[in-house]
């Protein structure tokens, strides 16, 4: 039982420290995409524009920065409809000959603003939230990604809005993490392997007591 134990601990220890020094190339960079126009209700009497929606359907988007690895992000850039829950949407942006793919996986930290006074006549709400999900592109291995979203809507009313008065855009980035999706870090394989080793040799030393 202790050979199994250090050789098994052995070979989780090399395979931490393998990991950390492979060749996978992970994206790491960001992104920011914005003005595309969602489609809202233009009905009279509109108490929402975006705060109350669970599904945006987002027009074509312009990158308007980016850095890294998605440094020089550009046209085309196209953005999925985003659905809360369950979480779906997918947006790419194109970096020289590469076309990376973020899709999304979870939503978090949902803040909707409700139609208030903008001032002048003017109504406005907002919907605010945290996304994480994977990105794909080029000859980079599929990676970890963070970021924000943020949807303003805006129309003419007092309390309510003027029917066909309604607009409303949105703004997103997102940062690669230059991590693998649902891979345990090198760190932690090694601290796994020493614990393995040092389970093996205390079951050798309760043995030879």
Same mark, same amino acid.
Request: hydrophobic share 40%.
């Given at each position: ?6 050789? &098994? ?7 931490? &420290? ?13 992104? /920011? ?37 998605? @440094? ?26 590469? !076309? #990376? +793919? #973020? ?7 949902? +803040? ?10 003017? &109504? ?6 945290? !996304? ?12 970890? #990604? ?11 009313? *007092? *309390? ?6 309604? *607009? ?6 997102? /940062?690669?993490?230059?991590? @693998? ?13 020493? @614990?393995? !080793? ?12």
């Amino acid at each position: 039982m202790r050979r199994l134990g250090l050789t &098994l601990g052995a070979a989780v220890v090399a395979l931490g &420290l393998g990991a950390g020094s492979a060749q996978a190339v992970f994206i790491n960079g960001s992104v /920011s995409i914005s003005n595309g126009g969602i489609t809202v209700s233009q009905a009279a009497g509109t108490t929402s524009i975006v705060s109350a929606l669970t599904t945006l359907t987002q027009g074509a988007p312009v990158a308007t920065s980016s850095s890294g690895d998605l @440094a020089g992000a550009g046209a085309p850039t196209t953005a999925n409809a985003l659905v809360l829950s369950p979480t779906s949407g997918q947006y790419t942006v194109t970096v020289g000959g590469n !076309v #990376f +793919t #973020f899709v999304l996986t979870s939503v978090s930290a949902v +803040t909707p603003v409700a139609l208030h006074s903008l001032g002048s006549g003017t &109504l406005g709400d907002s919907l605010n939230f945290n !996304v994480a999900g994977t990105v794909t592109g080029g000859t980079f291995q599929s990676t970890n #990604f963070g970021g924000t979203y943020s949807a303003q809507g805006s129309c003419v009313g *007092t *309390t309510t809005c003027n029917a066909g008065t309604q *607009t409303a855009s949105w703004s997103a980035s997102f /940062s690669a993490t230059g991590s @693998a999706p649902g891979v345990p870090e090198p760190a932690s394989l090694a601290l796994l392997g020493t @614990a393995l !080793v040092g389970l093996g040799f205390a079951r050798w030393r309760r043995k030879a007591a």
